[in-house]
């Protein structure tokens, strides 16, 4: 069976490679073709003698996804892709033109067993986990589209990161490496729908990530309507493992929080989120929900979007209210894929 080496880091490659009797420099020159000179034919990768190409050829395979699909919003600030893995499966993936430079908006599973109400990519469940290399190869999609430099990573695509521990963990590792992507950690941030055991573990990493919980609810009874698999973590416990993970790493966490007209955007639900949070150094990220024809859930008025950021800014809460960028390409988790399966059947 053939090995699959997209993903795999200089440490893996040279066991692979000294394993199978060649010399050990071989495996950075073998990286620097994958991640650095995106060569994925192994007959151009000249460097070689012609008994290892022949041998890579023969144990080797690069499993890159297919790009299937394209959007572009109108102000050119926002570009999604729709990718085809081997296996047939369908992700997505958006680049954000910012000011501060390129963020990354990856997928780390295909469809996602949280449930979110608000989320297109929930609604078939969870088909499956991505590995740490299909994770990169969304990144390198649009390295080779475009070859743009990247300045931070969001895993906020499709997906729950914390259920995809293991593969989440390696991906980071390799986009942070200095010789593939080299990200800062600090510029890496993962979002959680708050997986309790899983905060308290990546904060005992000790890797400077950036969190970002979806909290979206000021109490149990409206957050398990719009989070689900809140039902298995309280929403205060989550809220102390947030707390651990700043005194843990020192960074402060975000807490996303998506206002939907009538459910959670009262002064009321202002108020108790504050009280939920108490003093917790944190940043609040207010998210007019992204309504579509398959989310039949809508954004509050803006002068009531302004009055619940008031009073969270009287409070001493830092907040913003986040930009909304994409809607004409549906650049929300899952929609695109949506649009295009819909297309094809």
């Not at 192994?42 to 050829?57: A, G, H, N, P, V």
């Not at 009874?221 to 698999?229: G, S, T």
């Not at 707390?243 to 843990?248: D, I, T």
Request: with cysteine; charged share 25%.
């Amino acid at each position: 069976m053939k090995r699959n080496i997209w993903g795999l880091n200089l440490q893996e490659l040279e066991t692979w490679v000294v394993g199978n009797g060649f010399p050990r420099f071989r495996a950075k020159q073998l990286r620097d073709y994958l991640y650095k000179r995106h060569i994925f034919h192994f007959d151009e990768m000249t460097q070689f003698s012609q008994k290892m190409r022949d041998w890579l050829k023969e144990n080797g395979q690069i499993d890159k996804p297919v790009i299937i699909s394209r959007a572009q919003s109108d102000d050119e600030k926002t570009i999604k892709l729709l990718l085809k893995l081997k296996d047939g499966s369908l992700v997505e993936t958006v680049c954000m033109c910012h000011h501060y430079g390129n963020s990354i908006c990856v997928s780390t599973q295909v469809g996602c067993a949280m449930g979110c109400i608000f989320c297109a990519s929930t609604r078939k469940g969870l088909e499956r986990n991505l590995t740490a290399g299909e994770i990169l190869a969304q990144m390198y999609a649009f390295k080779e589209l475009y070859d743009i430099p990247f300045h931070s990573i969001v895993l906020m695509g499709a997906g729950e990161p914390l259920t995809n521990y293991k593969e989440v963990l390696h991906f980071i590792h390799l986009a942070n490496d200095p010789e593939l992507l080299n990200i800062s950690y600090r510029n890496i941030t993962i979002s959680t729908c708050g997986i309790v055991p899983q905060i308290y573990r990546l904060a005992d990493e000790n890797i400077p990530i950036t969190l970002a919980i979806s909290l979206h609810a000021p109490n149990d009874r409206i957050r398990n309507v719009l989070v689900p698999i809140s039902k298995n973590f309280r929403i205060k416990d989550v809220v102390s493992a947030a707390e651990y993970y700043f005194k843990k790493t020192k960074r402060r966490v975000t807490f996303e929080y998506i206002l939907i007209k009538d459910m959670n955007a009262s002064v009321e639900n202002a108020k108790e989120l504050c009280r939920l949070i108490g003093k917790m150094p944190c940043h609040i990220n207010l998210i007019p929900i992204n309504s579509t024809e398959h989310i039949k859930l809508y954004p509050p008025e803006w002068k009531e979007i302004k009055r619940f950021q008031d009073i969270l800014l009287k409070k001493g809460k830092e907040t913003t209210v986040r930009k909304q960028m994409g809607d004409e390409i549906q650049a929300a988790c899952g929609q695109l894929k949506r649009r295009y399966l819909n297309s094809v059947t």
